[in-house]
């Protein structure tokens, strides 16, 4: 199974709302990533979890704020959100961070942000 | 030097007809170059990946072709059916030293009936 599942799918909130985008794999990977997809453009890396201790942080602003509750699963809290952070959020995984060839992307959350 | 320059940026095909996207890179510790495809509103699927002992490597339709003293890659997609129309991005890995994952700028491909 190379599955990573991401709900919700598709997420409309406003700027002072609070949400979070959940991730989760089944392939004991220890490595996972949220990555920010705009539109026409490559996925741009935002936070790295290895062994479930976050290994990089990208500049990313801090309403954004990642969490490992364990190595199955990742969340990403959303907090007084901006409309140009409206976007594809990714998740993916990999076998160890550092090492590993392969990510394995999730579906993504479409985010739009009112 | 980081930077994996990616072409064309769209490209028109007739079903049956070949595609054929390129890739460029500086870093010559980069140890791996996959391609991922992505359909509108999904996340970037794992399509194929080559090493650079490796100068060409074969799945199904799709090949990826390898020159390491010109330090390019490209994708070819043989018999191109409508239903491989999505944007493709190369990218490429080192795992020696600091650890890097660059994608390229992506192809959108359209292949028509």
């Known amino acids: 199974d190379t599955e990573v599942t991401q709900t919700p799918k598709h997420l409309v909130m406003g700027m002072t709302n609070k949400k979070s985008l959940k991730c989760e794999q089944h392939?004991?990977?220890?490595?996972m990533y949220w990555y920010k997809q705009k539109a026409k453009k490559p996925p741009e890396l935002m936070f790295v979890?290895?062994?479930?201790?976050?290994?990089i942080n990208e500049s990313v602003p801090s309403r954004f704020s990642p969490e490992c509750p364990n190595s199955s699963l990742l969340n990403l809290h959303l907090h007084a959100l901006q409309p140009e952070d409206s976007a594809l959020y990714l998740c993916?995984?990999?076998?160890?961070?550092?090492?590993?060839?392969?990510?394995?992307f999730g579906p993504g959350t479409r985010l739009t942000v009112t | 030097q980081q930077q994996v320059k990616q072409s064309p940026q769209s490209l028109i095909v007739q079903k049956g007809g070949i595609s054929i996207i390129n890739c460029a890179y500086e870093?010559?510790?980069?140890?791996?170059f996959p391609w991922y495809q992505q359909f509108p509103g999904k996340g970037p699927a794992l399509l194929i990946a080559?090493?650079?002992?490796?100068s060409e490597k074969k799945e199904g339709r799709f090949t990826i072709s390898f020159n390491k003293s010109a330090k390019q890659f490209s994708l070819h997609i043989m018999d191109s059916q409508p239903g491989d129309s999505a944007t493709y991005f190369c990218?490429?890995?080192?795992?020696?030293?600091?650890?890097?994952?660059?994608f390229g700028t992506g192809t959108r491909l359209k292949v028509l009936a």
């Open positions: 990218a490429a890995t080192q795992t020696s030293g600091t650890y890097k994952y660059i």
């Open positions: 080559i090493r650079p002992d490796v």
């Open positions: 993916a995984s990999s076998q160890v961070y550092g090492i590993s060839y392969e990510q394995y």
């Open positions: 979890y290895s062994y479930e201790k976050l290994s």
């Open positions: 392939m004991g990977h220890r490595a």
């Open positions: 870093n010559t510790a980069f140890d791996y």
